[in-house]
């Protein structure tokens, strides 16, 4: 069985074909065609749309402490830690993160890198070493400036707009003319909306940033200006609720007809799993609007609109003519099952995976 198309129809007894360049060149029906048969139940795979590789390696620090105190800039737990991490630590973290991502079968991922152009560095070093995707989203950081993390990176992931507020509208005009991402982390606390994140981001351009992070305390007129603008959000329900005991507007965003996209954040504390994290965003849509608790909406989230959100273009479902990422997970995720699709997501996980195709190995 494969899960095929935008609408992830699932056809029986299908094959793919992938050619020399990682794209799929044909599907078709039957045991006999040029391509490989699923050989079980085939999904396109996840894209991890915002990650934090670097803290990998500090998994179980500082678990009573509130979130501003554990990792907000510069002086939470996690950044002191992190700058206390010489080269070939921060290295085994971030090559820890990617062999955590890759046994799950995300086949790309979205890293927010801290530590300037020296943190945009180790992870370039690192995932090319292991042949991984991984989009690497630097930060300014001390005196270094953000022009020269521009050019090493694939794009500008900050913390917070509200730390950049001399220099927002100048990073957005030059991420633009480099062709590379502007996304930022917003709205994550209370305190943060009120001081005017999302105002300071959006006033920032044009253009408008590629995409935000969290959203945690976005009303729904400030979803309806996401979608106005066309910026994506991605979701960190696990985060979200381990951090602060929150839980991001899925609902309302997918209503407002924001592009939504999901991410597992801090790899330290949340382990980087898009099956968990798709299995607590479809309980929480169940929880906020039943209506729209559709596994198809949770899978677009996790992999075409992760994809659109990091501007990888034909990439995301199993289509011909789109880049080869594919999972295939043993049958006995979906059987037995009233509907495969929610039984793969849920059931769905490392333990369960025979092979995952990359077009970007290709």
Same mark, same amino acid.
């Given at each position: 069985? /494969?899960?095929?198309? %935008?609408?992830?129809?699932?056809?029986?007894?299908?094959?793919?074909?992938?050619?020399?360049?990682?794209?799929?060149?044909?599907?078709?029906?039957?045991?006999?065609?040029?391509?490989?048969? !699923?050989?079980?139940?085939?999904?396109?795979?996840?894209?991890?749309?915002? &990650?934090?590789?670097? @803290?990998?390696?500090? #998994?179980?620090?500082?678990?009573?402490? *509130?979130?501003?105190?554990?990792?907000?800039?510069?002086?939470?737990?996690?950044?002191?830690?992190?700058?206390?991490?010489?080269? %070939?630590?921060? @290295?085994?973290?971030?090559?820890? =993160?990617?062999?955590?991502?890759?046994?799950?079968?995300?086949? /790309?991922?979205?890293?927010?890198?801290?530590?300037?152009?020296?943190?945009?560095?180790?992870?370039?070093?690192?995932?090319?070493? =292991?042949?991984?995707?991984?989009? &690497?989203?630097?930060?300014?950081?001390?005196?270094?400036? $953000?022009?020269? &993390?521009?050019?090493?990176?694939?794009?500008?992931?900050?913390?917070?707009?509200?730390?950049?507020?001399?220099?927002?509208?100048?990073?957005?005009?030059?991420? /633009?003319?480099?062709?590379?991402?502007?996304?930022?982390?917003?709205?994550?606390?209370?305190?943060?909306?009120?001081?005017?994140?999302?105002? =300071?981001?959006?006033?920032?351009?044009?253009?408008?940033?590629? $995409?935000?992070?969290?959203?945690?305390?976005?009303?729904?007129? @400030?979803?309806?200006?996401? !979608?106005?603008?066309?910026?994506?959000?991605?979701?960190?329900?696990?985060?979200?609720?381990?951090?602060?005991?929150?839980?991001?507007?899925?609902? !309302?965003?997918?209503? #407002?007809?924001?592009?939504? !996209?999901?991410?597992?954040?801090?790899?330290?504390? +949340?382990?980087?799993?898009?099956?968990?994290?798709?299995? =607590?965003?479809?309980?929480?849509?169940?929880?906020?609007?039943?209506?729209? /608790?559709?596994?198809?909406?949770?899978?677009?989230?996790?992999?075409?609109?992760?994809?659109?959100?990091?501007?990888?273009?034909?990439?995301?479902? +199993? %289509?011909?003519?789109?880049?080869?990422? +594919?999972?295939?997970?043993?049958?006995?995720?979906?059987?037995?099952?009233? @509907?495969?699709?929610?039984?793969?997501?849920? *059931?769905?996980?490392?333990?369960?995976?025979?092979?995952?195709?990359?077009?970007?190995?290709?």
């Amino acid at each position: 069985m /494969a899960f095929i198309g %935008e609408d992830y129809r699932p056809v029986e007894d299908v094959y793919v074909e992938v050619d020399d360049r990682g794209y799929i060149s044909s599907i078709g029906r039957g045991s006999t065609g040029p391509g490989v048969r !699923a050989g079980g139940v085939a999904l396109p795979a996840p894209v991890d749309a915002h &990650v934090h590789t670097g @803290d990998y390696a500090l #998994a179980g620090a500082g678990l009573s402490l *509130r979130l501003e105190d554990l990792v907000a800039p510069p002086s939470g737990l996690k950044h002191r830690l992190l700058s206390a991490m010489g080269p %070939e630590e921060l @290295d085994r973290s971030i090559s820890g =993160a990617i062999s955590y991502l890759r046994s799950t079968g995300s086949t /790309a991922a979205a890293d927010f890198r801290e530590g300037g152009l020296a943190g945009v560095l180790a992870a370039r070093r690192a995932s090319s070493r =292991a042949g991984y995707r991984l989009l &690497v989203l630097g930060r300014p950081e001390g005196d270094g400036s $953000f022009e020269d &993390v521009l050019r090493a990176a694939d794009g500008l992931g900050l913390s917070s707009p509200l730390d950049h507020l001399d220099s927002l509208r100048a990073m957005a005009s030059s991420a /633009a003319s480099m062709g590379k991402l502007f996304a930022a982390h917003v709205a994550e606390t209370r305190r943060a909306r009120e001081m005017g994140d999302l105002e =300071a981001i959006l006033g920032a351009g044009p253009p408008a940033p590629d $995409f935000l992070v969290h959203g945690t305390f976005l009303s729904e007129d @400030d979803l309806m200006a996401l !979608a106005e603008a066309h910026v994506g959000l991605v979701a960190c329900p696990r985060a979200n609720s381990f951090f602060s005991g929150a839980s991001p507007p899925i609902a !309302a965003a997918l209503r #407002a007809g924001v592009e939504l !996209a999901l991410g597992t954040d801090n790899a330290g504390w +949340i382990a980087p799993d898009m099956w968990r994290e798709m299995e =607590a965003a479809l309980r929480l849509l169940r929880s906020q609007d039943p209506a729209l /608790a559709d596994p198809r909406r949770v899978l677009r989230a996790a992999t075409l609109s992760g994809a659109r959100i990091l501007g990888m273009e034909r990439a995301g479902i +199993i %289509e011909e003519g789109w880049l080869a990422n +594919i999972v295939v997970l043993d049958e006995s995720v979906v059987s037995p099952s009233v @509907d495969p699709l929610s039984a793969a997501i849920i *059931r769905g996980g490392p333990g369960h995976i025979r092979s995952v195709i990359s077009g970007w190995g290709a």
